[in-house]
């Protein structure tokens, strides 16, 4: 398979606060806003540099995404920055209302999504956020996988116009994707060709398939890797294409698998080409606390979960 | 000066929103009489190009719309279809169906964060345009309102004019009984707003105290409270919490036009 190797290990979200001081820089109608965590969402560089396009809001994230909405008049492009829960769940009637209904440009950045938040628990650790969203009609739902695709993203969501929620996480995890990628909203990125059985992963999954592919080979299995950064509007053709090779999927998400990408890939799959799907995912449960590895391990998302799906669904086919 | 014509269109108005409401068998109309003058004040007489305003308490719907129709972006015929299937007007306003309603309103507490969006963009564009936000005195229950009220102070946004439709009453109680009085004066002072107490169905009052306030540039958002009865100008609708939902039926639809015509000369 195809090599991949990391220059570092690096939190996304940092991948998203280099991303917007680079907006800072190139546009001027780029406005942020954060609800009181400025340091956790990495905004600092933009706040140090552009002080008067930071819009500090307070504890008050329902506050936030009516000012984002009411900033779109006139041109604005807002960035909205807080954590995951409170991007979506706790907000989920404004960005309905007053952004995504009244179709206004704003942008959604939601960091410590996920169980890799870690030791501050359930209560923080939303992995319901892709449904909710995805399901707002002409909401786009991205999930990027590490530092240089999570900078790329930020970048080009200020390109798109309307709203966008752009999801990244705390730890640090491998960068192993080009400083300089070109990212292109809703088409999914080939890692590894391959024949036995297709992956689709998004978010910090993506290196745990990566990982998962050199076992599989290992057993000689030719697994093929594509990167669902986008998952919605979801690339069909890509999916439909690998599929009508490999005849078999592994989905692999940091999300419930209700809602999440597997469900989307499974819709897809049904419509078009009924076909053998695991969705590694977790499975209708709220996380816990613990370090973000033990809490992979325990829900069933490692590099283990995701060879044992691959093996388990090659057999389901027929 | 305030032109002389504008009185008019209280009765006028009134008429045009209730024969509205009558054709579609539909309730709110209260809500819409309530507010019906604030907005003539507000959009029709002060709300310049490059203004904004805000109707949050979107259930008032009808008001709005007719106010639209006044200034021409909404047409006779136009107006005609509300409420009925496929209509640009439903009973909540849909968003980007008219340039003046660039959002969807009706769930209660958006308009004001929303507001005070349109104003910091103004602020950051260092342009003298005002945004004006109605919301009525029960949606202030709402915990947005706090926010967006702290918000408008810290930010200094002397370009923001909070009007509130305040009658007492709201859907199902007395706000005094509901929530307690989340309109008053005192709280909207102690949170740094310039407050101006006023009664919401006089247009000199509007008009002037909304003229007063956009000159007080003393970085302090604005709020005026408008004193109003809820189904202002029917007389069997006043202070009558019932007709927050009720439409009306064909006789009483005559004589609430008989009232207002009696009260206003319409």
Known sequence: ?318 | MIDQSIYSLQGDLRLKLIEMYHSANAGHIACSLSCIDLMIGALIHHKKEEDSFILSKGHAAASLYVCLNHTGEISNEELKTFYKNGTKLPAHPAANKFTGIPFALGSLGHGFPIAAGIAKANQLKKNTAYSYVLMSDGETNEGTTWEAAHFAVMHKLDNLIVLIDKNGLQGFGHTKDILGDTASEEKWQTLGFEVLSINGHDLEQIINGIDKLKKSKNSKPKVIIGNTVKGKGVSFMENEMKWHYLPLDPGLYQQAVNDIRKQYRA
């Not at chain 1, 069909?236 to 294409?241: I, K, M, T």
């Open chain 1, 1 to 318: 398979m195809k090599k991949y190797t990391p220059t570092e290990k690096k939190d996304t979200r940092s991948g998203f606060g280099a991303g917007l001081h680079e907006l800072g820089k190139k546009n001027p109608n780029v406005v942020a806003l954060c609800a009181d965590l400025t340091g956790s969402l990495k905004m600092d560089a933009f706040l140090k540099d552009f002080p008067e396009r930071f819009v500090q809001v307070g504890i008050a994230e329902a506050n936030m995404m009516g000012i984002a909405a009411g900033l779109t008049i006139g041109g604005k492009i807002p960035f909205t920055g807080t954590f995951a829960n409170f991007s979506t769940g706790r907000v989920y009637d404004q960005i309905r209302q007053s952004i995504a209904y009244s179709g206004k440009n704003v942008k959604i950045c939601a960091s410590h999504a996920g169980l890799t938040l870690g030791e501050d628990g359930a209560t923080h650790q939303i992995l319901e956020d892709i449904g909710m969203m995805k399901m707002l009609p002409g909401m786009v739902v991205i999930n990027p996988c590490d530092y240089n695709q999570t900078k790329a993203a930020t970048i080009a969501i200020a390109e798109h116009e309307g709203p966008v929620y752009l999801r990244f996480g705390r730890p640090s995890v491998p960068v192993f994707t080009p400083a300089d990628q070109k990212f292109e909203i809703g088409k999914a990125v080939m890692l590894n060709e391959g024949t036995d059985v297709s992956i689709f992963a998004t978010g910090h999954l993506v290196w745990k398939a990566i990982q998962a592919c050199e076992q599989l080979e290992a057993k000689g299995i030719s697994a093929e890797i594509i990167n669902i950064h986008t998952i919605k509007p979801l690339d069909e053709n890509a999916v439909l294409q690998s599929v009508r090779k490999t005849k078999c999927v592994v989905t692999c998400e940091e999300h419930q698998e209700n809602g999440g990408l597997g469900d989307s890939i499974a819709q897809v799959l049904a419509k078009h080409a009924p076909t053998p799907i695991e969705l590694v995912a977790v499975k209708d449960s709220f996380g816990e606390s613990g370090t973000p590895d033990e809490l992979m391990t325990k829900y069933g998302l490692d590099t283990v979960n995701i060879v044992e799906a691959a093996l388990k669904v090659i057999g389901r086919k027929s």
